[in-house]
């Protein structure tokens, strides 16, 4: 069993930064590959970015350049730098763990509560 805990999320300003941490409990964390889904209200849950058990990544066009994961494994936790931040990246930010297949499909084994992301003026 993963229990994923997400925080660091928060109210800033178009252009500021971020960082979103997804904590896991379990030694098994690092077999998983984990991702960052968002939603925004009244729109459809999207997938972010991934980050595979081996380290490779995949980040959705619209946070290419501006948002960057990484993970250690010997902490069971996966970061999310989020840079440059722009008003249409508000939304819970959420983190999940599971198997990643490519594109969009991810089966999803765990997910965290999720984090709130403002980005207001």
């Known amino acids: 069993q993963v229990q994923l805990v997400e925080s660091g999320g928060g109210l800033v300003q178009p252009g500021g930064s971020l960082r979103l941490t997804c904590a896991a409990s379990?030694?098994?964390?690092?077999?998983?590959?984990v991702a960052w889904y968002r939603q925004a209200p009244g729109k459809q849950r999207e997938l972010v970015v991934v980050?595979?058990?081996?380290?490779?990544?995949k980040y959705i066009d619209s946070v290419k350049g501006r948002f960057t994961i990484s993970r250690d494994n010997a902490k069971n936790t996966v970061y999310l730098q989020m840079d440059s931040l722009k008003p249409e990246d508000t939304a819970v930010y959420s983190c999940?763990?599971?198997?990643?297949?490519?594109?969009?499909?991810?089966?999803?084994?765990?997910w965290g509560q999720g984090t709130q992301v403002t980005v207001s003026s």
């Open positions: 999940t763990a599971g198997f990643y297949y490519g594109d969009t499909a991810f089966r999803h084994e765990y």
């Open positions: 980050i595979t058990s081996g380290g490779r990544t």
């Open positions: 379990g030694s098994i964390f690092s077999r998983y590959d």
